[in-house]
């Protein structure tokens, strides 16, 4: 079973920066398609970054320009470097893992845009 947990999330104010983190229990960067989903209060969750395991990788037209998905495999690590943050970011980000058989997410961290 895949363990993921996500950390980094905070309060910022609009304009800044988080790095969020997605910390795998296991060698899975080089096997699995690594997804960010956000999901604001009221609003279906949402793709913000995916890279897949050969390295490709795709952004939702809301976070291009302001976001970077990079991945570490040695330390089972997918990053996503969040960058001029507004106010409609706010949501909570969810790391998933996955492949054509199986899927797992995350507990998912809190990111607050507010000033």
């Known amino acids: 079973q895949v363990q993921l947990v996500e950390s980094g999330g905070g309060l910022v104010q609009p304009g800044g920066s988080l790095r969020l983190s997605c910390t795998a229990s296991g060698s899975i960067l080089s096997t699995h398609t690594m997804v960010w989903y956000r999901q604001a209060p009221g609003k279906q969750r949402e793709l913000v970054a995916s890279v897949t395991a050969a390295g490709g990788i795709n952004y939702a037209d809301s976070v291009k320009g302001r976001c970077t998905i990079s991945r570490d495999n040695a330390k089972n690590i997918v990053y996503l470097q969040m960058n001029s943050l507004k106010p409609e970011d706010t949501a909570v980000y969810y790391c998933?893992?996955?492949?054509?058989?199986?899927?797992?997410w995350g507990q998912g961290t809190q990111v607050t845009v507010s000033s």
């Open positions: 998933n893992a996955r492949t054509s058989f199986a899927m797992y």
